[in-house]
């Protein structure tokens, strides 16, 4: 059986969505657990009145991406844990071919084809390479409209995504769940890279398709949203980058990446955008890694 995760935050409208297209077209054997990470309004009860079979749990403060699907782990009876985004939907099954790839033992872990659903010509995730070591900068080439074709082959990737990636329960064991220092963004490829190092191989199946309706939760160009990213890309670097390529990544995010957005949010005048990621550069450098 696979359990599915998904994490509510104020968005049970989503999840409601998603829990729909689930129950309409999946066909492999799978559970659903909600984890509302402390939502403002009424989701909790909107979501156990639509769908009184689908475990609920509310937590009663917002414990961010990680925290809100490790407490859902601890509910999951599955084999197979499948961390799904609440602002995705299917149209479709797409549970079994992931499941059939992690039956290999070398497998840890796979993530479908994520497709937009409001530009469905466009494909959000075809596998993902890891990071640059110093500048962190991400080096997946980019979409192709022209060779389209070309992003719907299965391989083998080095980082998972986020929104959708499936995971052998044996492996979570083994290697632990991901960590909650973020709160929001890299843990895919934090985890991604733990996954790499005890052994294991990443996997893209595009042969099951999730749509995606994108940034539901946290808006681009919002305070919040450039606050957790500086300062998780920061912690990522503090984290994962070895010997002086971490002080040389550290140094660069402060003296290159933080004066050239400030430089243009200031064009923008956009100074919320500014207070963000210094505070965001500031909290990553100074922030316990443990």
């Not at 900068?137 to 080095?158: G, M, V, W």
């Amino acid at each position: 059986m696979v359990s599915i995760i998904t994490v509510n935050y104020n968005g049970w409208k989503d999840t409601c969505d998603l829990i729909a297209s689930l129950k309409q077209f999946e066909t492999y054997p799978y559970e659903v657990i909600v984890v509302d990470n402390a939502s403002c309004g009424d989701d909790v009860k909107q979501i156990r009145l639509a769908y009184p079979d689908v475990i609920v749990l509310s937590s009663e403060r917002n414990l961010g991406f990680a925290g809100g699907n490790n407490l859902g782990y601890q509910y999951a009876k599955g084999d197979y844990i499948f961390f799904l985004n609440n602002d995705m939907v299917v149209k479709e099954p797409m549970l079994a071919p992931m499941v059939a790839k992690l039956k290999n033992d070398d497998y840890a872990g796979v993530s479908p084809c994520i497709i937009y659903l409001y530009k469905p010509e466009r494909i959000q995730y075809y596998g993902y390479k890891d990071m640059t070591s110093i500048t962190l900068k991400h080096t997946t080439e980019s979409f192709d409209f022209t060779r389209r074709d070309c992003f719907l082959q299965p391989k083998e990737t080095e980082v998972l995504h986020g929104g959708a990636m499936m995971v052998r329960r044996d492996v979570i064991i083994k290697v632990g769940v991901m960590t909650e220092i973020y709160f929001l963004f890299y843990e895919e490829f934090d985890w991604s890279r733990r996954l790499r190092e005890a052994g294991y191989k990443l996997f893209y199946e595009p042969t099951s398709v999730v749509y995606h309706k994108e940034s539901m939760t946290i808006k681009p160009q919002t305070p919040i949203r450039e606050y957790y990213l500086t300062r998780s890309r920061m912690i990522y670097a503090r984290r994962n980058c070895k010997g002086w390529r971490k002080l040389l990544s550290c140094f660069y995010q402060c003296f290159a990446v933080l004066p050239k957005k400030t430089l243009s949010y200031a064009c923008k005048r956009r100074f919320d955008l500014i207070l963000a990621v210094w505070k965001g550069t500031f909290h990553g450098l100074i922030n316990p890694l443990k």
